[in-house]
């Protein structure tokens, strides 16, 4: 998972976010204590992506999905998708949401599993004064 986290895939805007695998193996590790379910994708014996699914107030967010390089462009995400958003439908979500990078691979996994595109996200970054 930090493998994928680590290594953007390339398509649509980057993201000016850059965490470290240290940082974003600490981040999955505290999902668990805010009640977040997580799920791995696993091919020829090896983990080759997940994600994790929080359901609140009938709301399924989706979130923390990545896919080793390697394995991408192999319907790995679009698998992830389709088992978390069932499991969120039999717990009794009415709705689920999930954010990407804009123009992004996985912005078009998610439209093509039936999202639909409520708001662009506008990140500015400025170089401090010297």
Same mark, same amino acid.
């Given at each position: 998972?930090?493998?994928?986290?680590?290594?953007?895939?390339? +398509?649509?805007?980057?993201?000016?976010?850059?965490?470290?695998?240290? *940082? =974003?193996? !600490?981040?999955?590790?505290?999902?668990?204590?805010? /009640? *977040?379910?997580?799920?791995?994708? *696993?091919?020829?014996? !090896?983990?080759? /992506?997940?994600? %994790?699914? &929080?359901?609140?107030?009938?709301? +399924?967010?989706?979130?923390?999905?990545?896919?080793?390089?390697?394995? &991408?462009?192999?319907?790995? $995400?679009?698998?992830?998708?389709? *088992? !978390?958003? &069932?499991?969120?439908? +039999?717990?009794?979500?009415? =709705?689920?949401?999930?954010?990407?990078?804009?123009? %992004?691979? %996985? $912005?078009?996994?998610?439209?093509? %599993?039936?999202?639909?595109?409520?708001?662009?996200?506008? =990140?500015?970054?400025?170089?401090?004064?010297?």
């Amino acid at each position: 998972m930090a493998d994928g986290f680590a290594h953007p895939d390339g +398509a649509g805007v980057p993201g000016p976010e850059e965490f470290g695998r240290d *940082v =974003i193996e !600490r981040a999955q590790r505290d999902f668990t204590t805010a /009640g *977040v379910a997580a799920y791995v994708a *696993v091919r020829d014996g !090896r983990v080759v /992506g997940g994600g %994790s699914l &929080r359901i609140t107030a009938g709301v +399924a967010q989706l979130t923390g999905a990545a896919t080793a390089p390697a394995y &991408r462009r192999r319907g790995i $995400q679009t698998a992830l998708l389709a *088992v !978390r958003l &069932r499991d969120a439908a +039999a717990a009794g979500a009415d =709705i689920a949401v999930v954010t990407t990078s804009p123009g %992004s691979t %996985s $912005q078009q996994n998610v439209q093509r %599993s039936g999202f639909h595109l409520l708001y662009t996200r506008a =990140i500015l970054v400025r170089a401090p004064d010297q």
